[in-house]
T-cell receptor, first 109, second 117 residues
């Protein structure tokens, strides 16, 4: 069983739409959670951390549900520039980072 | 700040040859660097954790004699793919943590695309 699972998508949405991704993790000892963004053939870049209380950064909202072992990312008012692959990352101990396979988002005009 | 570079950005080599990839933290010291491999449309897979001044820790299934890692300084780690074969063709990405800035965030290099013919 994979440590982290994501729906690969693609999610095809029009500009201005709201879209949400989920990511499930299998290890209840997971400590920290992040969403990264990866553009085609580029390195991943940190989008935001995910806290138990949830956090919001502009159009992006991330939430953690420890009971059900999933994290979510909500993007409001989608822009063309949001088109990318979104990777969730789970840290199980200080040096063990596990990446999901990514969810591809295509925002269309 | 927190910039990580990789060199080369892409390389094509013949089967059986060895290729060295460098990963540098440009504006911070990194006692630990990570090496990942990513095949098309797949997730980043951690290959090994590179520790300055000591042996690297390899993930299960990664051959340490094939993927040689050296972390000789606080700003440089190298990955050498020895006797490369076409199945080693992949996108290799390194990352580093700046512990003075953040305990968990990883800063990624731009990646090295290896093609073995």
């Amino acid at each position: 069983r994979k440590e982290v699972e994501q729906d690969p998508g693609p999610f095809n949405v029009p500009e201005g739409a709201t879209v949400a991704f989920n990511c499930t993790y299998s290890n209840s000892a997971s400590q920290s959670f992040f969403w990264y963004r990866q553009d085609c053939r580029k390195e991943p870049k940190l989008l935001m951390s995910v806290y138990s209380s949830g956090n919001e950064d502009g159009r992006f909202t991330a939430q953690l549900n420890r009971a059900s072992q999933y994290i979510s990312l909500l993007i409001r008012d989608s822009k063309l520039s949001d088109s990318a692959t979104y990777l969730c990352v789970v840290i199980i101990n200080f040096n063990k980072f596990y990446f999901g396979s990514g969810t591809k988002l295509n925002v269309k005009p | 700040g927190a910039v990580v570079s990789q060199h080369p950005s892409w390389v094509i080599c013949k089967s059986g040859t060895s290729v060295k990839i460098e990963c540098r933290s440009l504006d911070f010291q990194a006692t630990t660097m990570f090496w990942y491999r990513q095949f098309p449309k797949q997730s980043l897979m951690l290959m090994a954790t590179s520790n300055e001044g000591s042996k690297a820790t390899y993930e299960q299934g990664v051959e340490k004699d094939k993927f040689l890692i050296n972390h000789a300084s606080l700003t440089l780690s190298t990955l050498t793919v020895t006797s490369a074969h076409p199945e080693d063709s992949s996108f290799y990405i390194c990352s580093a943590r700046d512990l003075e800035r953040d305990l968990y965030e990883q800063y990624f290099g731009p990646g090295t695309r290896l093609t073995v013919t």
